[in-house]
């Protein structure tokens, strides 16, 4: 979608030693792979949105020849809020491509339609309604960073219900059902990422079976995710506020499953806000 963040992300894949091109017409995707191929370009990201206007359908076509060739291709999916797509775009005073002589949510309303079946069937979908810039590049080095591993990567997301569930996740777990250490006066100001508040969240039996059932469910799957080409998967774990026990829960399961091999990311989407 148009102000969720493209530029940003594309900017990162640049960092991290990929060829980038912006903006390229997507019947132009399959030249583009072969050519570079040849010079031993092997690593190419390709920012492609609906700029191109008529061309853009073209771009499932163009995935489809891609694998074809036997090229490897993760598509990202960047979405955010109807609201904050209106205030970035007013903040840089830019149009929407489909906007036209219309309102700014017109515009965002025709490109969501147009988008569909692309976000439907893309890899990782990436909602950047409450990340920030420097958010947004950890989520693409953490898909991207490091394409050698064959494991499934793991990318975690602490967060509290009361400010919504990340839509970007494959998976979402509420851990709601551990003692709050909210109530602990003495535990309120600090956040699951300090000792003494990891340690009252992990000691309990309820926790610690969690944790247990996690591995065993993402070992499990992991096989399978491979197995159909999806090599990322986002775990979303949430609680209140996402100050406490998600911010523990996260930092303890990454534990866990780098020690079972998994490349594990974690960001806690909601930690300092109110």
Not at 116 to 128: G, H
Not at 206 to 219: G, Y
Not at 222 to 251: D, W
């Amino acid at each position: 979608m148009s102000g969720a963040g493209r530029r940003t992300a594309a900017h990162m894949m640049e960092d991290l030693g990929w060829y980038v091109v912006d903006n390229l017409p997507p019947v132009m995707i399959p030249e583009l792979g072969a050519t570079l191929r040849g010079f031993g370009v092997t690593r190419i990201a390709v920012v492609a949105d609906v700029r191109s206007r008529e061309q853009f359908e073209q771009l499932p076509d163009a995935i489809a020849r891609l694998k074809a060739e036997g090229a490897t291709v993760t598509t990202v999916f960047l979405e955010a809020a109807d609201d904050v797509i209106v205030r970035r775009q007013e903040s840089n005073r830019r149009p929407l491509p489909l906007q036209g002589g219309d309102r700014l949510i017109e515009g965002i309303e025709r490109e969501r339609r147009l988008l569909a079946d692309l976000r439907a069937d893309a890899d990782i979908v990436v909602d950047t309604t409450y990340l920030s810039a420097r958010q947004l590049t950890q989520r693409v080095a953490n898909h991207f960073g490091d394409e050698a591993s064959d494991a499934l990567k793991i990318a975690l997301i602490s967060f509290g219900f009361k400010n919504g569930v990340p839509i970007d996740a494959d998976m979402v777990f509420d851990v709601r059902f551990l003692p709050n250490p909210h109530w602990i006066p003495e535990l309120r100001p600090k956040s699951g990422l300090s000792k003494d508040v990891a340690q009252y969240v992990l000691k309990h039996d309820a926790a610690q079976k969690f944790q247990d059932a996690m591995v065993n469910l993402l070992t499990g799957v992991a096989p399978g995710y491979l197995s159909e080409g999806k090599r990322q998967v986002t775990v979303a774990i949430g609680c209140t506020g996402g100050k406490h026990r998600s911010t523990s829960m996260a930092e303890e399961l990454a534990v866990r499953l780098r020690a079972q091999g998994f490349p594990t990311t974690v960001l806690h989407r909601d930690l300092g806000k109110e």
